[in-house]
């Protein structure tokens, strides 16, 4: 960035209140349908799906705060409420003996297996069945853009704790 920083001008603006308006909305109103309908809350959710996609159903502390983008604080407190409400399992890590797994366990899978249809209904509810084909590749097609960018970019504040190899 240079520091100087101008306004947006006026598409600028419009597209930027638009996409802002948009996602927060929608977040909100997935976010609190989930909850509602399943019992899960969004990081519940990115937990899981991370977790069920990963190799064994298991991944390491900093892997998944890699994956789900939560800082090493917000990611602790939220895997200790996990495992104590029987979604996820803390084991140790083979060949690191300070080190921890966190496992999805059988409720864990059980949850997100109800969890995923629902979730798919109020992605169609809200996003998906009110664009066009060509919309949806559009907005793919930006998307992946912008996360190609942001992705490059690095993650903010990110440490040397991704340097554990277990």
């Known amino acids: 960035m240079t520091g100087t920083a101008e306004w ?11 996409f802002y308006d948009m996602t ?10 989930l909850q509602r309908d399943t019992g899960l809350s969004e990081p519940d959710y990115t937990v899981l799906t991370a977790l069920v ?4 159903g298991r991944m390491r502390p900093f892997e998944l705060s890699t994956v789900t983008d939560f800082e090493k604080s917000r990611l602790h407190h939220h895997l200790t409420r996990m495992i104590d409400r029987g979604l996820l399992a803390k084991e140790a890590c083979v060949g690191a003996p300070r080190g921890s797994v ?13 969890a995923a249809p629902i979730r798919a209904e109020h992605v169609r509810q809200w996003l998906l069945d ?37």
């Open 8 to 18: 947006l001008d006026e598409r600028e603006q419009r597209t930027w209140q638009a």
């Open 102 to 114: 966190i496992a999805i366990t059988e409720a864990g899978r059980a949850a997100i297996a109800a």
């Open 130 to 166: 009110k664009l066009t084909r060509e919309q949806l590749d559009a907005l793919a097609d930006m998307s992946a853009v912008v996360l190609d960018h942001l992705r490059a970019a690095g993650r903010p504040g990110s440490g040397s704790d991704d340097s554990c190899v277990c």
């Open 53 to 56: 996609n990963a190799p064994g």
């Open 24 to 33: 927060v909305l929608f977040y909100r109103r997935i976010g609190h349908q």
